[in-house]
């Protein structure tokens, strides 16, 4: 069976023209909107996903503006709202030495290079200059750990192991 990851929400539509609203969920949106592009649109209650052929993506705001191959009308493109979009894992790119996809270091356990647990990686934030990974400790504390290469010594996201080296004042 295909695995499927999340790249988007489809949550209003935008004008008459057959643009939709996403709220993206990737972390490469201007390569995983590009013309041409295969998506597909899961609904609530649909068994089978829709395929839908990228036409022009823009930014707008927060939002990525999407439209798709035969969509040219607000009419057709209003029941896809509150739909997801995924690709399936065959679509995933290989990444350069050093990135990884947010799915794949999220549940990671995080310990430090002595061998003491700190967490698990909850969720990454992406503030600008480099991502920050929320670790939840045991007792549900939230610690913030940067992800920067004085930092983080190793990722293994087979074994799902990750381990940092904490500065000083990191996990106080």
């Known amino acids: 069976m295909e695995k499927w990851f999340n790249v988007g929400k489809i949550v209003n539509t935008h004008g008459i023209k057959g643009e939709v609203r996403v ?28 395929e839908l052929v990228v036409n022009s993506h823009r930014r707008h705001k927060n939002f ?44 990671c356990q995080v310990s430090t290079i002595d061998g003491e647990e700190i967490g698990k990686v909850s969720e990454i934030l992406t503030p600008g200059a480099n991502d920050v990974w929320v670790i939840k400790n045991p007792k549900g504390k939230e610690i913030l750990i940067p992800y920067i290469e004085d930092v983080v010594k190793k990722v293994d996201v087979k074994e799902k192991v990750i381990i940092i080296e904490p500065m000083e004042g990191l996990l106080s």
């Open 23 to 50: 709220i993206s969920r990737t972390d490469f949106p201007d390569e995983r909107y590009k013309k041409g592009n295969s998506l597909f649109l899961f609904m609530k209650g649909s068994k089978e996903p829709q």
């Open 64 to 107: 990525d503006l999407l439209t798709f191959e035969g969509y040219d009308n607000v009419n057709q493109v209003e029941h896809m709202r509150d739909g997801i979009l995924k690709v399936p894992e065959s679509q995933r790119g290989t990444l350069k030495e050093g990135e990884y996809y947010f799915q794949d270091i999220i549940g």
